[in-house]
T-cell receptor, first 114, second 111 residues
């Protein structure tokens, strides 16, 4: 199994809603990543988890709250988002953070904030 | 990590070789060149990486100049499914290997 699975594929939420994006991998990878991608722009790194601990936060606003409940799962909790947060949110995993650069990406969750 | 420069867009005829260039003049001795691509509405996909020798796999070939200041990704027989944005990334193999994407090259394969 070389897949990273993200759910939901599409999400529409209001600015007062609380929702979560989920990411799952069963490759035994110990590093997991969240990226944000706006239309026609490259992906931007948001968070990195290494061995289930947050190791990198690229100055992301607190309305985005990541969580890594175990080595296979990564969540991104969303609360009080703004319309400009509408984007494709990509999850990725790799064997370990800091060893090699081969990341496996999911298909992404497309978020629309109304 | 070193910065990369890629042309914003390229066209290639179907069945011909697609040669995508990348400049990375500030690359350091322990940094690798990685290539990813992103097909529309999908997540990025790893293609290939190399240090200084040329590399080939089932997807592509990577040619790195002797001074390592530039490289070329070659898709030997481009198909319509190769239409995508191609990202060249320079990355150390140890330490914080957080992948930062540049603007990439949008390759359009034309029938």
């Amino acid at each position: 199994d070389t897949e990273v699975t993200q759910t939901p594929k599409h999400l529409v939420m209001g600015m007062t809603n609380k929702k979560s994006l989920k990411c799952e991998q069963h490759m035994g990878h110990r590093a997991m990543y969240w990226y944000k991608q706006k239309a026609k722009k490259p992906p931007e790194l948001m968070f990195v988890y290494s061995y289930e601990k947050l190791s990198i936060n690229e100055s992301v606003p607190s309305r985005f709250s990541p969580e890594c409940p175990n080595s296979s799962l990564l969540n991104l909790h969303l609360h009080a988002l703004q319309p400009e947060d509408s984007a494709l949110y990509l999850c990725a995993s790799s064997h370990q953070q800091g060893v090699g650069g081969e990341l496996f990406f999911g298909e992404g969750s497309r978020l629309t904030v109304l | 990590d070193a910065k990369t420069t890629q042309p914003p867009s390229m066209d290639c005829a179907e069945g011909r070789a697609a040669n995508l260039p990348c400049n990375h003049s500030t690359i350091s001795g322990n940094e690798y060149v990685y290539w990813y691509r992103q097909i529309h509405s999908q997540g990025p996909q790893y293609i290939i990486h190399g240090l200084k020798n040329n590399e080939t796999n089932e997807m592509a070939s990577l040619i790195i100049t002797e001074d390592r200041k530039s490289s070329t990704l070659i898709l030997p027989h481009a198909t319509l499914r190769d239409t995508a944005v191609y990202y060249c990334i320079v990355l150390g193999q140890t330490g914080a290997n957080n992948l930062f994407f540049g603007t990439g090259t949008r390759l359009t394969v034309i029938p």
